[in-house]
């Protein structure tokens, strides 16, 4: 069964500061793995996904993140952090497995942004 | 692009009522997630439909639940005679698939989602 750990429940860091977000996954074959990011009330938003290929991958408001087979880790990174980065953030994990691509969560983390 | 939309936004009810959740996706995605968020946890897979054919549902989806796509467009999601373990945020997604079913990582794209509390 595919599963997601988000080992950081909440972080904090000032705003300027570099951020990493940690993801561990467990899945079967080769996964597809996205991070999501989600402010209150809101449903998720996309802010990155890799399929295949580079393992550095790009996303959207200035993200990316690596995927590291060996390590089974798949972690968000941001250079320097605004204070519009504060939401939870959401690493997920679905696959080519006949299910669907059906995403299985982690528990999300939540970024407190200090200015 | 409209995006998914979701309503309602917010649903409160008294428990053992029935309720009923609506999801248009975006216009021309064939498939549509439905997934269940409760505080403090990701969002957990209920059930799913390729066109108007649900082909999986979760254990989670208990008989009380019932999900729907009648013309392979929007979908409705209803639960019976609601507990106080239904109060949850419910998400709904959707992707676009190839029609060879290949291109399962096509990413999904959520609505705002529907927050059901159960007094």
């Known amino acids: 069964a595919q599963s997601v750990t988000q080992p950081d429940i909440h972080i904090t860091v000032s705003e300027g500061a570099s951020l990493e977000l940690r993801c561990n996954y467990s899945y079967g074959a080769t996964p597809y793995l996205f991070w999501y990011v989600q402010s209150p009330g809101q449903g998720l938003q996309l802010l990155l996904k890799?399929?295949?290929?580079?393992?550095l991958v790009q996303g959207i408001k200035g993200f990316e993140a690596e995927f590291k087979r060996s390590q089974s880790s798949f972690n968000l990174r941001k250079p320097s952090v605004h204070w519009s980065d504060a939401a939870e953030y959401f690493c997920?994990?679905?696959?080519?497995?006949?299910?669907?691509?059906?995403?299985?969560f982690g528990t999300g983390t939540q970024l407190k942004v200090e200015l | 692009d409209t995006g998914v939309s979701q309503d309602p936004r917010h649903k409160i009810t008294k428990r053992g009522q029935n309720v009923t959740f609506r999801c248009d996706p975006i216009?021309?995605?064939?498939?549509l997630y439905w997934y269940r968020q409760t505080l403090g946890q990701g969002p957990e897979f209920l059930t799913y439909f390729q066109n108007e054919a649900q082909l999986e549902k979760s254990r989670l989806l208990s008989d009380r639940f019932s999900a729907e796509r009648p013309k392979g467009s929007f979908s409705t999601l209803e639960i019976q005679r609601t507990e106080q373990g239904d109060s949850a945020m419910y998400l709904c997604?959707?992707?676009?698939?190839?029609?060879?079913?290949?291109?399962?990582?096509?990413?999904?794209?959520f609505g705002d989602g529907t927050r059901l509390s159960i007094l």
């Open positions: 890799y399929f295949s290929g580079d393992t």
């Open positions: 997604a959707s992707s676009l698939v190839g029609v060879t079913g290949n291109e399962d990582n096509q990413p999904q794209h």
């Open positions: 216009s021309e995605h064939n498939r």
């Open positions: 997920a994990v679905g696959g080519l497995t006949g299910g669907g691509n059906k995403l299985t």
